[in-house]
């Protein structure tokens, strides 16, 4: 077995300004496994420093030391890689870990594809083409563009009165929103005032993730006064989680990003899981390239289908995917990895 990490940090485009923090960059972690001949590759894109309850890139970093030690040891033991959809079971569960892990089983799955060219629909059967959704901020300084291919709007905010430019940019939004607050809110009346501002100037579909990461509790308690849905984003780690949201009702909507919930087996699972009780579930991303966005992809339209973050991400370098002719049809091109740091982990 052969592992290489790639560390690619790319500037976007289009800076997005959150409640507690502004997304102008991001690191890239690519993963190339190499063993009997047949390549994988996986890709995480963490956030630059831990942020409600998601680890920064140098948590992320130090679990791939043990994971990557951890997949090493299964693989001389049993003479073998393990199946892909072990791989989220090898680790502790961590923030940190589930991450780490979540770039191990894409590229254990891609190479397990690639060695016996099948594509990844023959894994996950299309049930239909999940559609867009774009993310935008109150706060931005550009004008909003939103795609004709867009179903929904995500947007950025915080409580407190809307700034006079994002009044007239929602009014010219022509699809619903969801308004996400990213655990800033600290009362009820301070999300309800923002609710009633901005129904005023579009039609909002959901609340996502006011309080802080855990608080089932004030989210269950806030969910009935809205009359829009709730949607939980950093509070969705695990069937646990989806257990108490489910006991308390404290939310309607979820949003599953596969690499916060330790990959894609373990991301299907809490979906499927959610439909059975009667929850909106759309696929989230944190700023991927366009290979790991088409991995989310196939994964989405097998079994979501509420609007997901699954459209491309507009950076500073050209990022063009290499075709393949199985697994997901593409992988990272060579230009990427070659311009790319090279990280020593084992």
């Known amino acids: 077995m052969n592992v290489t990490l790639f560390r690619q940090v790319v500037a976007l485009q289009r800076p997005i300004r959150a409640s507690l923090e502004t997304h102008d960059e991001r690191a890239r972690l690519y993963l190339r496994v190499v063993h009997e001949g047949c390549t994988g590759f996986g890709e995480v894109s963490p956030q630059p420093r831990a942020l409600n309850g998601d680890p920064g890139v140098d948590e992320v970093l130090g679990a791939l030391r043990g994971a990557l030690g951890r997949l ?44 016996d060219a099948r594509p990844v629909t023959d894994l996950w059967s299309p049930q239909g083409v999940t559609p867009l959704q774009q993310t935008f901020s109150l706060w931005d300084d550009e004008p909003w563009c939103v795609s004709d291919e867009a179903a929904r709007v995500r947007v950025k905010c915080a409580p407190g009165a809307l700034p006079p430019v994002a009044r007239a940019r929602l009014r010219e939004v022509r699809v619903p929103l969801i308004l996400d607050f990213n655990c800033s809110a600290t009362n009820d009346d301070e999300v309800l005032e923002v609710v009633r501002e901005v129904s005023e100037l579009a039609s909002v579909d959901a609340v996502e993730q006011p309080f802080a990461v855990g608080n089932v509790v004030d989210h269950a308690r806030l969910a009935p006064r809205l009359g829009v849905d709730l ?28 690499a916060r919930v330790g990959g894609l087996a373990n991301a299907r699972t809490l979906i499927l899981r959610a439909h059975e009780l009667g929850l909106r579930v759309y696929l989230g991303g944190f700023f991927e390239s366009p ?9 989405a339209n097998s079994c979501v289908r509420e609007p997901s973050d699954l459209a491309e991400v507009r950076v500073n370098v050209v990022e063009d ?9 593409v992988e990272p091109s060579v230009l990427v990895l070659e311009e790319a740091e090279s990280l020593t982990v084992l």
């Open 321 to 329: 995917p290499a075709r393949t002719s199985s697994s997901f049809g």
């Open 231 to 258: 949607s939980l984003d950093e509070g969705v780690r695990s069937l646990r989680d989806l257990a108490q949201i489910d006991r308390y009702h404290a939310a309607a909507m979820l949003c599953v990003k596969p």
């Open 291 to 299: 290979y790991a966005r088409q991995v989310h992809r196939a994964l």
């Open 72 to 115: 090493r040891e299964v693989q001389e033991r049993e003479g073998e890689m393990p199946h892909w959809s072990r791989a989220s079971r090898l680790g502790g569960g961590t923030p940190e870990e589930n991450v780490a892990y979540a770039l191990i089983e894409m590229a254990l799955l891609d190479r397990e594809l690639r060695r």
